[in-house]
């Protein structure tokens, strides 16, 4: 059973850098915020990109099927540059008042929460 919402992360980021040279890390939000887990609640991450390109949807999602399967949870992503992130304005509010941000390795770098 995984532990902690970094487990998660930490695979998804391993994953996505494998496949995509311009992945640039995630947001987490929502009900995970405080790292734990929570059944039957989805994991929300905002994944942030260098360059859109409609086919990475297409590539995403078997991957996250498949870690979503091996991990036994849920994950809601939201693939994003730092513009279309930008532009989304409800998600983009939403995280950047509460999201935690961890760069391309996995690795929790910083709470957006301000306070």
């Known amino acids: 059973m995984v532990k902690s ?5 930490l695979k998804l ?10 992945f640039k890390g ?7 915020l405080d790292g734990k887990m929570h059944e039957g609640e989805d994991i929300e991450l905002a994944a942030i990109f260098e360059i859109e390109d409609k086919s990475k949807r297409e590539q995403i999602w078997p991957i996250i099927g498949k870690i979503e399967t091996e991990m036994d949870v849920c994950i809601d992503l939201y ?3 730092e ?4 532009q ?4 983009y509010e939403e995280v950047m008042a509460e999201g935690i941000f961890y760069n391309e ?8 929460r301000h306070r």
């Open 5 to 9: 919402v970094d487990e998660v992360i």
């Open 13 to 22: 980021s391993k994953a996505f850098n494998r496949i995509f040279n311009d």
């Open 26 to 32: 995630m947001y987490l939000f929502g009900t995970f």
């Open 79 to 81: 693939p994003y540059t």
């Open 83 to 86: 513009e279309s992130f930008k």
């Open 88 to 91: 989304d304005e409800e998600i």
């Open 105 to 112: 390795k996995g690795e929790r770098l910083r709470s957006t």
